[in-house]
């Protein structure tokens, strides 16, 4: 739903964790901040610094004793007056302070992201910033953590600056060209110039889209689907692998008609283990359902594990399968024979633990692999590859169609960065902002 945003009103909200706590900081932005601090604590502490005051009510009754910060405009996070206020993290306490600011005129609860979004509105960074920010505080692994930052300190806008102030100059030159196309002093066309440079940005960016795709790795998690044959030992791994029963395990085949999905932390990296059904066929209409998801995410895997009990092999048809990254495993290596174990990219047993240490290894080395390094700014998010996409599309269209007139390929050009130009909010789009501010909690 479409938020009003009044950035005229004070908000204020919890910014610290779940209550209770050891301490909790409650933030506040905007004009009255000032007055707000004064009422409560009786004078502004210095900016910037941190001093322990009584907070006090309206009738001058004792709520808390806790530090106070303030933060002077524009050197702060929201660009406003701002402060924060370290209370003891008890939830009589924090609802006593959250009930008294909203006895203050034009004050009001913050709604979700709205600090971030003042700091956009008001200049402190771009939008690309502010989703490492929401990535940074939604980080689960260190690789997640390492891109958010990265993203956070502003190397994705440094880019895409770049890559917008050169088609800026292109379409500069170009326009030169058509107001000065009959002066005599002018030197020869600069149009080749200018379509050279801008297919080779258009190869940059094709070359950034395709990174995209480690950048959901790293983001998302590299997909790992289990298939094979019913009791082929899937959900016995899947356990395994989690250390918990979170599927059935059962001799009766068809067991496993549903997705079920654990993540494992490898290398840093989010691993995302799904269990599939068992694969064969059958008549009942509820198995084949489960076997048309389990082939479904597969076929969007990042990687598949194809088990085969040694014990019983069962031959499944991977027709659709045959192009993906695949790894045989054969299961139930402590009651298979040795000779059984030939033609296998792996052998385990859950009940015995054998292999698992060397299964785990192979995951973990493929999604570091796939990752790749974290030194170039990567493509985190869907909105920003359809972006890049459309950039790509209208820069290689400007330079393609070459019997257009110069005014139509500088338009394209224009649309190019104006695309662009979306990614980092140069472009005020409300739908946009909409939806990246919502996905921040209350508090920042």
């Given amino acids: 739903m479409k938020q009003n945003h009044n950035f005229g009103e004070t908000i204020f909200a919890l910014s610290s964790g779940r209550l209770p706590s050891g301490v909790a900081v409650i933030r506040i932005s905007g004009s009255e901040t000032r007055f707000v601090v004064e009422t409560i604590c009786g004078k502004l502490p210095s900016p910037r610094r941190a001093d322990l005051r009584a907070l006090r009510d309206r009738e001058d009754n004792l709520v808390d004793r806790g530090l106070v910060l303030f933060f002077p405009n524009p050197n702060s996070f929201t660009g406003e007056d701002c402060a924060e206020l370290h209370l003891h993290g008890g939830r009589a306490i924090v609802d006593a302070m959250i009930s008294l600011l909203y006895t203050f005129d034009n004050c009001r609860l913050a709604e979700a992201g709205e600090f971030t979004r003042r700091a956009f509105a008001n200049g402190k960074f771009d939008l690309t910033v502010a989703e490492g920010l929401a990535d940074l505080i939604a980080a689960e692994t260190d690789a997640q953590r390492r891109l958010a930052l990265q993203i956070a300190s502003g190397s994705q806008v440094k880019l895409y600056s770049s890559w917008r102030t050169e088609m800026i100059r292109a379409r500069a030159l170009i326009e030169a060209e058509l107001d000065f196309a009959d002066e005599s002093d002018v030197p020869g066309s600069v149009s080749d110039q200018v379509w050279l440079s801008m297919r080779d940005l258009a190869e940059r960016i094709k070359k950034h889209v395709a990174d995209g795709k480690r950048g959901a790795i790293i983001r998302d998690g590299f997909r790992v689907v289990i298939v094979g044959a019913p009791n082929a030992g899937k959900s016995s791994l899947l356990n395994a692998l989690a250390g918990s029963d979170v599927a059935i395990v059962s001799d ?48 969007s895997a990042d990687l598949v594990l194809v088990l085969t009990d040694i014990s019983a092999p069962m031959p499944i048809a991977l027709n659709d399968l045959e192009n993906l990254n695949l790894i045989s495993v054969g299961t139930k290596s402590d009651i298979g024979g040795d000779q059984s174990r030939d033609g296998f990219d792996l052998t385990l047993s859950t009940q015995s633990g054998a292999g698992l240490a060397e299964l785990i290894d192979v995951l973990r080395s493929s999604a570091v692999k796939a990752a790749g390094s974290l030194s170039d700014p990567l493509p985190t998010r869907r909105r920003h590859l359809e972006l890049l996409l459309e950039t790509s599309r209208e820069i290689n269209q400007a330079v393609a169609d070459e019997r257009a007139p110069l005014e139509v390929r500088a338009e394209y050009l224009r649309r190019a960065s104006h695309a662009l130009g979306r990614i980092t909010g140069d472009v005020d789009v409300e739908d946009i902002l909409d939806v990246v501010f919502s996905q921040f909690c209350i508090g920042k």
């Fill in 252 to 299: 009766e085949p068809g067991t496993t008609r549903d997705l079920i999905e654990i993540k494992l932390d490898l290398g840093g990296l989010p691993v995302l283990i799904t269990d599939t059904a068992g694969l064969r066929e059958t008549e009942g209409k509820v198995e084949k359902i489960g076997i048309e998801k389990a082939l479904d995410r597969a076929l």
